[in-house]
């Protein structure tokens, strides 16, 4: 290595960031999945050619990111088992960046409102979709395709239930929560997992921005006409309108979130 590579912070790699990358390898090459456990700090060390040092700093970046759990111990208990839960870690990251004002309102709610008015409408083409095959064709559809259109019925279900509970809420926090389960529902009905995973941090970050915007408001029912909105557009099979409706309920629900605010 010259000087100046030495010089400049970007030439290598930190230890640990070498070690992420290589843990990431042995997890890959090893075909470990979720509740797997991952071999001690030492065995770690020795295998990968470097120091506890680094692998203890590699393992607690997993453990924040939500890849690994800890789990304290000697023998075959030591070593830490890969778990799965990346939305908690992006909650946290969220909110902290919501209150550190590194990220502004605006910037989450055209985040929300690009994923869900694409959720909205790829969940209404999947019913069009499943409404206008022929018998036949049916016959004809694979599987994992029928069990698309079953994921998407269910959430389409759970939506209406959502919207109903919304109907019954005593209070801004409690329509809050079904609000949120309307949401991920939506989510879900357009059949990716890393959105509703992203949907879910999203919502999460919000929940006390979401129970503020509630309480402006004071009556849900205008609130309440765009959820019935979302849900018919998509049972219609009508895309543009059910990215239309979303559009519009985000817009009343944070109008200091527009674009000309």
Avoid: K
Avoid at 38 to 43: D, F, K
């Amino acid at each position: 290595m010259t000087t100046d590579e030495r010089r400049r912070p970007d030439a290598r790699p930190r230890a640990f960031e070498e070690v992420l990358a290589r843990i990431e390898e042995r997890i890959a090459a090893d075909g470990l999945t979720v509740g797997d456990r991952l071999p001690g700090e030492r065995q770690l060390a020795e295998q990968l050619g470097v120091g506890r040092s680094s692998v203890r700093e590699a393992l607690r970046v997993l453990e924040t990111l939500g890849v690994v759990a800890s789990q304290a111990g000697r023998g075959p208990d030591a070593g830490a088992v890969l778990t799965s839960r990346p939305g908690n870690a992006l909650t946290d990251l969220l909110r902290l960046h919501l209150g550190l004002a590194t990220l502004s309102m605006r910037e989450v709610i055209d985040t929300r409102l690009m994923i869900e008015q694409w959720a909205a409408a790829r969940a209404a083409a999947g019913a069009l979709s499943a409404s206008t095959r022929t018998a036949s064709t049916r016959m004809a559809s694979t599987r994992m395709a029928s069990t698309r259109m079953a994921s998407t019925r269910m959430a389409t279900a759970r939506m209406a239930e959502a919207i109903a509970a919304m109907d019954a809420a005593h209070d801004p926090a409690e329509f809050v929560e079904h609000d949120i389960a309307f949401h991920l529902a939506l989510a879900e009905a357009a059949g990716n997992r890393l959105i509703v995973a992203v949907m879910r941090a999203l919502r999460d970050a919000l929940r006390r921005y979401a129970v503020d915007a509630v309480v402006r408001l004071g009556d849900t029912g205008g609130l309440q006409d765009d959820h019935r909105r979302i849900h018919r557009a998509i049972e219609d099979g009508d895309a543009g309108a059910a990215a239309a409706a979303v559009a519009e309920h985000l817009a009343r629900a944070y109008p200091e979130s527009g674009p000309d605010s």
